[in-house]
């Protein structure tokens, strides 16, 4: 059985960390939801929509040993809440 820790999810992986750092940055000076959703900018909420759904394309390519590995992450389910209650 190929190790769950191959280079392919490592990549998947940082590009889910970034994603996650990018929208802290582009967040930053919101101090809750509606104020970025109401800003006259809406660069950062349209950022910040595009990452989410990077960071669900990306939950999914990580190959399903992983996902059995790491199974106190509830991979799918976090994912569509998060995209739900945004």
């Known amino acids: 059985m ?3 820790f191959s ?4 990549l998947y992986l940082l590009t889910i960390l ?3 750092e990018k929208i802290k940055i582009y967040s930053n ?3 809750t939801p509606e ?3 109401e800003a006259k ?6 950022g ?3 990452l989410l759904l990077a960071i669900g394309e990306e939950s999914k390519k990580i190959e399903m040993s992983l996902k059995e590995t790491q199974s106190f992450i ?3 389910e976090h994912f569509q809440y998060l995209l739900r209650n945004e």
């Not at 280079?7 to 490592?10: E, M, P, Q, S, Y």
């Not at 900018?41 to 349209?46: G, L």
């Open 7 to 10: 280079d392919k999810n490592a």
């Open 35 to 37: 104020l970025l959703f």
């Open 41 to 46: 900018d809406q660069m950062p909420y349209n």
């Open 18 to 20: 970034e994603a996650i």
């Open 29 to 31: 000076g919101f101090d």
């Open 74 to 76: 509830s991979w799918d």
């Open 48 to 50: 910040i929509c595009h």
């Open 2 to 4: 190929p190790s769950p």
